[in-house]
Each structure stands twice: as structure tokens, then as C-alpha cells.
């Protein structure tokens, strides 16, 4: 089991009290649609990402795949 998948286990038996105010916390560490990430902060996004595609951790979709999901999901 990859670490983050451990850590998702963990939280997920936490008290629901403990939860929210977890989830409170994430939600309020990214930015959100009015607050525009710097030149550093996308560059440091686009490094984590090409690395977890390299690492295996995900798998990048084909465009037909990303297209699927977002039909299915306007569903």
C-alpha cells in the first residue's frame, strides 16, 4: 500500500469530528479559484505531477479517457 493510501486509511477512522476540522484544514491550504498560484507554485505543481506519472503513482489519461469521465460526469 503506497503511503498516501495508509494515511487515507488512518484519517478515514478518525472520529467525525476529528475529520472535519482535517478536511477543514486541506480545503484551506489550496487556493482557491480567486487566488492565482505564483510562477514557483504551478512549476512546483507540474514537477509533482510529471513525478508521480514517472513514479507510477498515477497514470496520466488518454484524451479519450479524460473526455469520457467528464461526459459521464455531467451525467
Do not use: H, N, Y
Not at 507554485?41 to 484524451?63: N, P
Amino acid at each position: 500500500m503506497i503511503a498516501i493510501e495508509e494515511i487515507e486509511r488512518k484519517l478515514l477512522a478518525l472520529p467525525l469530528k476529528d475529520r472535519v476540522f482535517l478536511a477543514e484544514s486541506l480545503l484551506a491550504s489550496v487556493p482557491g479559484p480567486d487566488q492565482a498560484m505564483t510562477k514557483e507554485q504551478e512549476m512546483a505543481e507540474v514537477q509533482r505531477r510529471e513525478k508521480e506519472i514517472e513514479t507510477g503513482q498515477v497514470r496520466a489519461l488518454t484524451d479519450a479517457e479524460f473526455w469520457r469521465e467528464v461526459e459521464a460526469d455531467l451525467e
